[in-house]
T-cell receptor, first 115, second 112 residues
Framework: NAGVMQNPRHLVRRRGQEARLRCSPM?????VYWYRQLPEEGLKFMVY????????ESGMPKERFSAEFPKEGPSILRIQQVVRGDSAAYFC?????????????FGQGTRLTVV | SQQGEEDPQALSIQEGENATMNCSYK?????LQWYRQNSGRGLVHLIL?????REKHSGRLRVTLDTSKKSSSLLITASRAADTASYFC????????????FGQGTRLTINP
């Protein structure tokens, strides 16, 4: 059973370009979470999705950021018109359940560098 | 505001010694989890302790939870150089969807 797969592992974008980050949850997991980690800081929650639904996007910036988790395929975090401040590590986690608590499994992350 | 807060922010000890890290949080929780992150890598889940548990062991790890004080501690016994990493606590609040709130982490360095 493969773990949470994120790709690419490293992504370099110029200011103004779009960044697309992909996350394939563990098999059987229908709950996906995206987190952002700035250097020397902890992870900050961005968005929680189930298949085809955004459940909680309270941590997402209001502009330029969007996320989806289609019926088929990986979850996508999209950042439009990237700026230097978007440079960070973006982690995806999946779990088999939503409410009630349980272990979340994390991917290796995508390190975005905006130049 | 950030829910979990770890202390110390950085800890440096000699190999073989025990390392203790603490975590405090603010709201009622379902569970609390500890993760390890090696430099530039992803998070590795270490242990989960539920709100109705007070202590849990896993190998050289011992986690305690005091819900009255809203605090937890992670003890690593007989530390090894390979334990050098950042350690984060993450809480799962009772209210709302299962999103983990992470602390700033403790950077642990084990000196050979």
């Amino acid at each position: 059973n493969a773990g949470v797969m994120q790709n690419p592992r490293h992504l370099v974008r110029r200011r103004g370009q779009e960044a697309r980050l992909r996350c394939s949850p563990m098999k059987g997991h229908s709950h996906v979470y995206w987190y952002r980690q700035l250097p020397e800081e902890g992870l900050k929650f961005m968005v929680y999705l189930q298949k085809e639904n955004i459940i909680d996007e309270s941590g997402m910036p209001k502009e330029r950021f969007s996320a989806e988790f289609p019926k088929e395929g990986p979850s996508i975090l999209r950042i439009q018109q990237v700026v230097r401040g978007d440079s960070a590590a973006y982690f995806c986690a999946s779990s088999p359940t939503g409410r009630g608590g349980g272990e979340a499994f994390f991917g290796q992350g995508t390190r975005l560098t905006v130049v | 505001s950030q829910q979990g807060e770890e202390d110390p922010q950085a800890l440096s000890i000699q190999e073989g010694e025990n390392a203790t890290m603490n975590c405090s949080y603010k709201t009622s929780i379902n569970n609390l989890q500890w993760y390890r992150q090696n430099s530039g890598r992803g998070l590795v889940h270490l242990i989960l302790i539920r709100s109705n548990e007070r202590e849990k062991h896993s190998g050289r790890l011992r986690v305690t939870l005091d819900t009255s004080k809203k605090s937890s501690s992670l003890l690593i016994t007989a530390s090894r150089a390979a334990d050098t990493a950042s350690y984060f606590c993450a809480t799962d609040a009772i209210q709302g969807a299962q999103k983990l709130v992470f602390g700033q982490g403790t950077r642990l360095t084990i000196n050979p």
